[in-house]
């Protein structure tokens, strides 16, 4: 079946560093991709997405890029805020009136000042 | 526009008494997604429904749990009776019944069961 895999977590950095968070997927077909990110005591919120191969999602300075040819979809910034910290959740949804999303198991990251 | 509704924010009760949670989904969506998300499992999807019709209860955990939409701007989830392992964050979520359609989730229910 359709599967997430997110790198380790906690993530700690310091303001203004380089943010990586590696996301793999494993799905039949061609999946439409996301990342949802979790405020404290908030629910999820959708972050960016791309459906197809080659697509890159973009929002608030993060970005991801579709990579059909290495099952992958991470996400990336430039110069992190401490307002960026949160839990970030890749997942993935097949086409189709019944489909679902498929999560990972969500990674924290925490900026410091 | 409002997003998606629950209520309550937070609940407390104690084990064996029932708990019903509500979920208004964002006007014009027709898929409905109930999870649960809780430090030992994550987030887990417990039922999601199509135009009011539930296609996929399997992550429901037990009978215990039940969940209704009885029209296309309402859903709740019951347990009963309730029990201290089913404390966690209850999210629903709502979005158009096509594919690959973004899903937009509420702020959530605190459940404790003491």
């Known amino acids: 079946g359709d599967s997430v895999t997110q790198m380790e977590g906690p993530v700690t950095l310091s ?3 380089f943010l990586t968070i590696n996301c793999t997927y494993t799905a039949t077909g061609y999946p ?19 459906t197809k191969a080659d697509d890159k999602g973009s929002n608030k300075g993060f970005e991801a890029t579709y990579r059909k040819e290495t099952t992958s979809f991470h996400l990336e910034k430039g110069s992190v805020q401490v307002s960026d910290s949160a839990v970030y959740f890749c997942a993935l949804s ?7 999303l498929t999560f990972g198991k969500g990674i924290t990251l925490s900026v410091r000042p | 526009d409002a997003g998606v509704i629950q209520s309550p924010r937070h609940e407390v009760t104690e084990m064996g008494q029932e708990v019903t949670l509500r979920c208004k989904p964002i006007s014009g969506h027709n898929s409905l997604f109930w999870y649960r998300q809780t430090m030992m499992r994550g987030l887990e999807l417990l039922i999601y429904f199509n135009n009011n019709v539930p296609i996929d209860d399997s992550g429901m955990p037990e009978d215990r ?6 029209n296309a701007s309402f859903s709740t989830l019951k347990i009963q009776p309730s029990e201290p392992r089913d404390s966690a964050v209850y999210f629903c979520a709502s979005r158009r019944a096509e594919g690959g359609e973004t899903q937009y989730f509420g702020p959530g229910t ?4 003491l």
């Open chain 1, 15 to 17: 303001e203004e560093a």
């Open chain 1, 32 to 50: 439409s991709l996301f990342w949802y990110v979790q405020y404290p005591g908030e629910g999820l919120q959708l972050l960016l997405k791309a």
């Open chain 1, 94 to 100: 097949p086409y189709g009136a019944n489909s679902k």
């Open chain 2, 65 to 70: 749990f039940s969940a209704k939409m009885p």
């Open chain 2, 110 to 113: 605190r459940l404790l069961v």
